[in-house]
């Protein structure tokens, strides 16, 4: 889209009108000794061919999980994207984040987002779900302000096996709110029960914990929830999507928040973003529920209609007693998750997690057999699973990645004890060829 600038005459009609004699006086408010006191000197604009060309030369610096074997995860999977996708999401009328307020207008994004909604509680069989959060992190941010409102609490426990980047975000709203966080230590990478039982009190609003947990294992969920109930307090999980094809749904555990980065069903890797929050909790919190809900209804003409419900909540409406401030939500993200779960359905999400967990416990059984390499922990995964490694990690993915190889994910970058800890992922693109060239290289290594 060409930008076509303000004229002259726009200007000097737009400074006339409030009363400033020129656009330098906008500015006076800035100390002097911080202004620029030198002619501002700027490359020559390009054209659009050049700017093509030079963002493409930009890009190429990249390396992509198309010129690797990707065996990274830690939160962000290079699975498959059906073609369909980017053929929805593309079309005009979808083709925006923005989730507009004026409902008469707007009845075919809400009613995707109302379709996204009821995917999702299906997926995870959970009463409710909004129209979607920036990112699992995010999504796991809010629920500290959810479950201190719901219970009139003030103390949070997160499990040191929740993602660590997930858990920085956490104490970054929990700081805001004042609201105090206790690190549950794990034993052998799950959570630390003989531990948790002792913090858990009276004053604790939530208990935090990841499943499948950051280091791909799976937690005793039923004997964490029967614990943190007990108690008066909320469960909030953070599961993967993928997973709940196999593994049994927060729904069906009495978690009382679940969230999830949708990252995995069908949104590309793009550096880091956008991704998409996935937030769900029982029908009674409804009210306490960050973001947008769309809803459906029906009119004087008994048309079916969609609708934002419940805007009580949000902060256009009471900004200092709103549930969240996020204002835009990832509507087109929640489209792109929308399509991948329509697509696939209940036993194309089945088959996928099938495939994931096939191919991780391949690889896994042929790991453990190579010299130098050990599995410090035998629990149960999913599609992720922690190798400790002959050398620090960091130095072998710098290997692989000479050889056209991503390992996995070296989580000394976290803690330094775990420099020779790896974190390997394995989604349903790999192939038995890939997962054998994994398990070469490893054994060329040692070597």
């Known amino acids: 889209m060409n930008f076509t600038p303000h004229t002259p005459e726009d200007i000097r009609l737009m400074l006339e009108k409030i009363g400033v004699r020129n656009v330098g006086e906008l500015f006076d408010t800035i100390p002097a000794e911080l202004k620029l006191q030198k002619e501002l000197r700027l490359p020559r604009p390009l054209s659009e061919p050049e700017a093509i060309a030079e963002l493409t030369r930009l890009a190429q610096r990249n390396t992509g999980t198309d010129q690797l074997l990707c065996f990274a995860g830690a939160g962000a999977y290079d699975h498959y994207r059906p073609a369909i996708i980017d053929t929805i999401i593309s079309r005009p009328e979808f083709y925006t984040a923005y989730t507009p307020y004026q409902a008469e207008v707007s009845q075919g994004t809400l009613q995707a987002i109302y379709e996204f909604q009821s995917l999702i509680c299906r997926l995870f069989e959970m009463e409710v779900a909004n129209a979607s959060m920036y990112d699992c992190a995010s999504a796991l941010g809010e629920t500290v302000h959810m479950a201190r409102d719901i219970t009139g609490r003030q103390r949070v426990l997160v499990s040191s096996t929740v993602n660590p980047v997930y858990r920085q975000v956490i104490n970054t709203y929990a700081r805001g709110l004042n609201v105090p966080i206790t690190i549950v230590p794990d034993q052998e990478f799950l959570t630390d029960l003989n531990f948790l039982k002792t913090q ?20 005793p969920v039923r004997e964490i929830a029967s614990q943190v109930h007990n108690v008066g307090a ?6 993967d999507p993928i997973s709940l094809g196999i593994i049994q749904p927060p729904g069906t555990y009495d978690a009382d928040i679940a969230v999830a980065e949708g990252q995995s069903l069908g949104i590309p890797l793009a550096l880091g ?18 973001g947008r809900i769309a809803a459906r209804t029906v009119d004087l003409e008994g048309k079916t209609g969609y609708v934002l419900a419940l805007q009580t909540r949000e902060q256009h409406i009471r900004r200092e007693r709103a549930t969240s401030n996020i204002c835009t939500n990832q509507a087109l993200c929640a489209l792109a998750a929308t399509v991948y779960l329509a697509w696939f359905g209940r036993e194309g ?6 495939h994931c967990l096939a191919r991780a416990s391949y690889l896994a059984g042929q790991i453990a057999n190579i010299s130098g390499f050990t599995l410090p922990a035998r629990h149960r995964f999913f599609k992720e699973f922690v190798v400790q490694t002959p050398l620090p990690a960091k130095d072998l993915i710098a290997i692989g990645i000479k050889q056209g190889i991503l390992p996995g994910v070296d989580l000394g970058r976290f803690a330094p004890e775990w420099q020779n800890l790896l974190l390997i992922a394995v989604t349903e693109k790999r192939t038995r060829q890939e997962l054998d060239i994994l398990i070469e290289f490893f054994k060329q290594v040692r070597r």
């Open 349 to 354: 999400i089945k088959e996928v997690a099938r």
């Open 273 to 290: 973003g956008p991704y998409l929050g996935i937030l769900t909790t029982k029908k009674k919190f409804i009210r306490n529920m960050p």
């Open 234 to 239: 909320l469960l909030v999980v953070a599961v």
């Open 200 to 219: 858990i009190t009276p004053d604790t609003a939530a208990v935090i914990i990841q499943h499948p947990n950051f280091f791909g294992y799976l937690e």
